[in-house]
């Protein structure tokens, strides 16, 4: 398995414009996370799924924020509209307990 | 509150040296990770301890779980340069389904 695949690596957008972040997890994985990685804030928990289905998006920071999971290979995280406060790096998370595997990230930078 | 510390937050030493990295948990849990993570990297799981006493190693890194006191370890033995990094440490509490608590990371100087 190639691992959990996010795309894209990097993203450069501009205040007010629509971000999409995608992750494939690997296969057979029956959790999803999607964590946010800042200097300030350390790693946070955004949201996690469960067979598909949302569990826990307590950690989304605002309405700006959505997750889907539409199927068990993919989920996506939007942010509509972006703020320079969403610059981060964006981590998703497979597991099928007890640990999770990580992707690369996706490095956000909204100017 | 769910808190997990770990100590120290930033650690300096030289090659050879042992240390040990410090992890307290503030929930029943038996289950607590250990990951790494290189500057600009993704987070690399180390090692997985599900019950009280567990102990694993992987070259010089040694992980620990005492679940009485809440504390895990992480030790390094004869420390060289390519360990340089940041570990985390989180802990899925026993009631959580699997979520994951962070510590803040220990951020790790090796020098030659």
């Known amino acids: 398995d190639a691992g959990v695949i996010q795309s894209p690596r990097h993203e450069v957008t501009e205040m007010g414009q629509e971000v999409t972040l995608r992750c494939k997890p690997i296969?057979?994985?029956?959790?999803l996370f999607w964590y946010r990685q800042t200097m300030m804030r350390g790693l946070e928990l955004l949201i996690y799924f469960n067979n598909n289905v949302p569990i826990d998006d307590s950690g989304m920071p605002e309405d700006r924020f959505s997750a889907k999971m539409p199927n068990a290979s993919f989920s996506t995280l939007k942010i509509q509209p972006s703020e320079p406060r969403d610059s981060a790096v964006y981590f998703c998370?497979?597991?099928?307990?007890?640990?999770?595997?990580f992707g690369q990230g996706t490095r956000l930078t909204v100017v | 509150e769910l808190k997990v510390e770990q100590n120290p937050l930033f650690l300096s030493m030289q090659e050879g040296k042992n240390y040990t990295i410090y992890c307290n948990y503030s929930?029943?849990?038996?289950?607590l990770y250990w990951y790494r993570q290189d500057p600009g990297k993704s987070l690399e799981s180390l090692f997985v301890?599900?019950?009280n006493g567990a102990v694993k190693q992987e070259g010089r890194l040694m992980a620990s779980l005492d679940t009485k006191a809440r504390l895990s370890t992480l030790h390094i033995t004869a420390a060289v340069h390519d360990l340089s990094a940041t570990y985390f440490c989180a802990v899925s509490p026993a009631d959580s389904n699997y979520q994951l608590i962070w510590g803040a990371g220990t951020k790790l100087i090796i020098k030659p």
């Open positions: 296969s057979g994985h029956d959790y």
């Open positions: 998370a497979s597991s099928f307990r007890p640990e999770a595997f």
């Open positions: 929930t029943t849990s038996d289950r």
């Open positions: 301890l599900l019950s």
